[in-house]
């Protein structure tokens, strides 16, 4: 059981450190930069006009959190992406979105119900507003 709540407060750990690095636009930009190769350190940190000591910190957070790696060829440090951590984001994301289509599900069915309990007119609710059409689009 203790091997169990290691695993978890080590899957916490690193899903705590992707999310850190993803929750910065700098960082996320960074990322989609080395999406289309690598880059040295010096090349990450011009679009943002900013020192090479707070590009380092930037891509230390990308580190930590396992999202690049960085190779020392002589004075220059070059990274690269490693995305592999963010399918464990995706994973985590999954549960989710699985508890939000299925609400969507149940909303869906409650208008749809409600609809159809409407579209016959009564003797109460001929005075009533018209209703409006309330069925949801779920994103493909």
Known sequence: MHIFN???EYQASQLDSLFHALGD??????????AEGERSVGQLAEPFAMSLAA???????????GLIRREVRGRVHVCRLNAAPLAHA???LRHYERFWNNRLDVLEHLLRAD????????????????RRNRRLRRPD
């Open 6 to 8: 290691h695993m978890v």
């Open 55 to 65: 590009a380092s910190k930037h891509i230390k957070a990308l580190e930590q959190a």
């Open 115 to 130: 609809d159809a309990r409407g579209s016959t007119p009564t003797k109460e609710n001929t005075n009533e507003r018209p």
């Open 25 to 34: 636009d700098t960082r996320r930009r960074m990322l989609a930069s080395l």
């Open 90 to 92: 995706q994973e985590w």
